[in-house]
């Protein structure tokens, strides 16, 4: 008796299809914030250690200085929290993608492009990946809801690049002066609401009764 054809290939399900590895470019700009930090902050220390060698001895006081006021000041801490929920969102995104399955027989998960704080939340732009699409994403509203802290999310692809969509999360009510971004001017306006399946009104037949 001859045994399995070792070119048959079995067929999972797309859920138990683990992700690949990602490539290191994407890694890298997938950690790029804190990564730029990183090396900021770094820089900083360095300059100001060397500074201080030389006799600026005032130098260390008045950048510590600086940095107290950028977290005091009302301002530059809403900037920084709106970035802190930024790179957190991201995160949690990919994590996201990788724990619901939403990714290619490949492995391959969509990659978000850009996120940007919104008066309201934030506002990421994705790509998908063949294979996927907006829709799929609408379906696991619930999921990225709870795991991204937010209220409510949204989801809209582009009417002529379907692969682009924009997943909305609202947090908050609206910031005194804040501007959404402009995703919208860059790519046009033409954005297509997507509702989820099982939030869809049902279509009744009209003929019947």
């Known amino acids: 008796m001859s045994g399995p054809d070792p070119r048959r290939r079995t067929a999972y399900p797309l859920e138990l299809v683990p992700p690949r590895r990602t490539p290191l470019l994407v890694r890298l700009w ?8 990183l090396v900021g902050l770094g820089a900083l220390i360095w300059l100001v250690a060397d ?49 619901l399955g939403l990714h290619t027989l490949k492995g391959r998960v969509p990659l978000v492009l850009w996120i940007t ?13 063949a294979g996927l699409s907006g829709e799929a ?10 795991a991204c802290a937010a209220t ?37 306006h033409g954005w297509i609401p997507i509702v989820p399946e099982r939030e869809r009104a049902p279509v009744l037949d009209g003929s019947s009764g």
Request: with cysteine; aromatic share 8%.
């Open 152 to 188: 409510q999310v949204r989801f809209a692809r582009h009417a002529r690049h379907p692969q682009l969509v924009l997943i909305e999360l609202i947090r908050r009510g609206p910031l005194p002066g804040a501007r959404d971004p402009g995703l919208e001017a860059a790519l046009g």
């Open 30 to 37: 997938r950690w790029r914030t804190e990564i730029m930090l």
């Open 51 to 99: 500074a201080a060698k030389s006799g600026a001895t005032w130098l260390p006081p008045l950048v510590a200085g600086a940095i107290l006021a950028l977290v005091v000041a009302r301002p530059s801490r809403d900037w920084l929290q709106a970035r802190f929920w930024c790179v957190f969102v991201r995160h949690r995104m990919y994590k996201l993608f990788r724990e």
């Open 117 to 129: 704080p919104t008066r309201l939340g934030e506002r990421a732009l994705v790509l998908c990946r």
């Open 137 to 146: 994403m609408a379906e696991h509203a619930a999921a990225f809801r709870s």
